[in-house]
């Protein structure tokens, strides 16, 4: 799988995998695979840059967002099921050793009140709710899946201008089946409000066009439908 990435990316990192093991709050959100988020603290110890954009692996970039790099650590969008918190799956930091340490020890001694990286986020930044206003990214630059149909007037107006889809909850695109020859996208939920199938039919496209051939280029699939349907669980089992 490096090979595959390294075709892709400039540079891959490896880290050791965090997990907060906090059973009891993860329960309470019905997410225990949540726990491993904490991995994502690492990226503070990326000093070799000066600031960066951290981005779930369940998001989809639509447009350009370079402008990012110029808002300042911590900016973040509002989280759609408690706005006074911040959505840790899009957010702009700056590397430091110092913070890297100093959430590190929080973790240790505090966890986090989610027994997830958001919690923790939200419980080392607890001033963001309160103070800068322009480190309140636009809800453009991640915007819940879900939360579509509980505003969809909303979306309807504001939508087109959306830069960042986060496919948030535990059914992600990569769990539907999907059919090669129709280009088709089916789930066994009937609940039509998981995930807009705008965004999910995007993401199948750009999986099938991009991705798909060079894990097959490396041998890790075949071109059948049954490989194409299970792809899922090679490339995205660490992903929340």
């Not at 579509?148 to 889809?165: D, H, Q, R, T």
Request: proline share 5%; with cysteine.
């Amino acid at each position: 799988m490096r090979k595959v990435l390294e075709t892709v990316f400039d540079e891959i990192i490896m880290v050791d995998v965090l997990d907060s093991g906090d059973s009891a709050h993860l329960t309470l959100m019905k997410r225990p695979e949540l726990g491993v988020t904490l991995t994502k603290l690492h990226c503070w110890s990326l000093t070799q840059y000066s600031k960066c954009v951290f981005m779930d692996a369940d998001t989809l970039v639509l447009a350009n967002i370079d402008d990012l790099f110029e808002r300042e650590e911590l900016s973040a969008a509002p989280d759609p099921g408690w706005p006074d918190c911040f959505n840790s799956g899009v957010f702009v930091y700056q590397p430091s050793v110092a913070t890297y340490n100093q959430l590190l020890h929080m973790a240790s001694e505090q966890g986090s009140f989610d027994g997830g990286d958001q919690g923790l986020l939200n419980m080392f930044f607890s001033n963001w709710a309160t103070t800068d206003i322009r480190k309140h990214l636009p809800f453009i630059y991640n915007l819940s899946s879900i939360s579509i149909y509980s505003y969809l007037p909303a979306f309807k107006v504001f939508g087109a201008n959306a830069k960042v889809v986060h496919f948030l909850g535990q059914i992600k695109p990569w769990n539907y089946t999907y059919d090669a020859k129709t280009k088709s996208v089916k789930s066994e939920s009937q609940d039509p409000t998981m995930i807009h199938p705008e965004f999910l039919s995007l993401w199948w496209d750009i999986f099938t066009t991009n991705v798909l051939p060079l894990l097959q280029q490396f041998g890790l699939v075949k071109d059948t439908q049954s490989h194409l349907n299970e792809v899922g669980s090679v490339l995205f089992f660490q992903v929340i």
